[in-house]
């Protein structure tokens, strides 16, 4: 069983303060993506990057897959209180159903 | 915007009642999951479908039981529900034709066993 792992568990933040969490896995993943969740909601799909090394930018998130496509990070500048919320990252191998992380609870306060 | 609805979003009711949650989407994906997540926790595998008359059992062991009679919908049942069946229930699509690389998700229907 591939298993995700996600740090750190829970973040605090001012808003306007720079944050980065991180996605670990032993796995080697054909795809892997990153989802926010607020209570009571469904993830909402963020970004899918699939070739090693990847960069994606969405507005002020930045997104990078590990070269050995085993990890991943996202990097939130400048956070504001709306981005509030868990960070699921997900990844899947080919062939088998999507695993994800337990994922990363982030306040950004006012 | 994906397209994946869920119905009831909020649902409380008593033990032993038969309960079923809906979940329809209208993008034509043929892979469809239902996922149980508690409040704060991981979401966990609990069914999913490869198609039409196609149903499998997930990661994590439920009394409840699906059905896939049409592309579209994927209803979630439990014959009798108890307090232990109180979580969210969240519903996903994907589609293998373009790869399967991500799932979308519907808005979840939060249950309460009473």
């Known amino acids: 069983t591939q298993l995700l792992e996600q740090s750190p568990q829970f973040l605090s933040i001012q808003e306007g303060e720079n944050l980065t969490v991180y996605c670990n896995s032993s796995?080697?993943?054909?795809?892997l993506q990153w989802y926010r969740q607020e209570p009571g909601e469904g993830p909402v799909l963020l970004v899918t990057?699939?070739?090693?090394?990847e960069v994606k930018k969405l507005k002020r998130l930045t997104f990078q897959f590990g070269d050995a496509r085993k990890d991943s990070s996202l990097h939130i500048t400048a956070a504001q209180p709306g981005d509030t919320g868990l960070y699921l990252c997900?990844?899947?191998?080919?062939?088998?159903?999507?695993?994800f992380g337990p994922g990363t609870r982030l306040s950004v306060l006012p | 915007e994906a397209d994946i609805y869920q119905t009831p979003r909020y649902l409380v009711i008593g033990t032993g009642k038969k309960i079923t949650l809906e979940c329809s989407q209208t993008?034509?994906?043929?892979?469809m999951y239902w996922y149980q997540q508690d409040p704060g926790m991981e979401l966990h595998l609990i069914h999913y479908?490869?198609?039409?008359?196609?149903?499998e059992k997930g990661d994590l062991s439920s009394e409840s039981t699906v059905s896939r009679i049409r592309t579209e919908h994927f209803p979630l049942t439990l014959e009798s529900a108890r307090p232990s069946h109180t979580s969210q229930y969240l519903c996903?699509?994907?589609?293998?034709?373009?790869?399967?690389?991500?799932?979308?998700f519907g808005q979840g229907t939060r249950l309460t066993v009473v």
């Open positions: 796995s080697v993943f054909s795809s």
């Open positions: 479908s490869y198609g039409v008359n196609s149903t």
């Open positions: 990057v699939v070739t090693g090394g």
């Open positions: 997900a990844g899947r191998i080919y062939g088998q159903n999507f695993v």
């Open positions: 996903a699509s994907s589609d293998p034709e373009s790869g399967e690389t991500e799932a979308f």
């Open positions: 993008m034509g994906h043929d892979k």
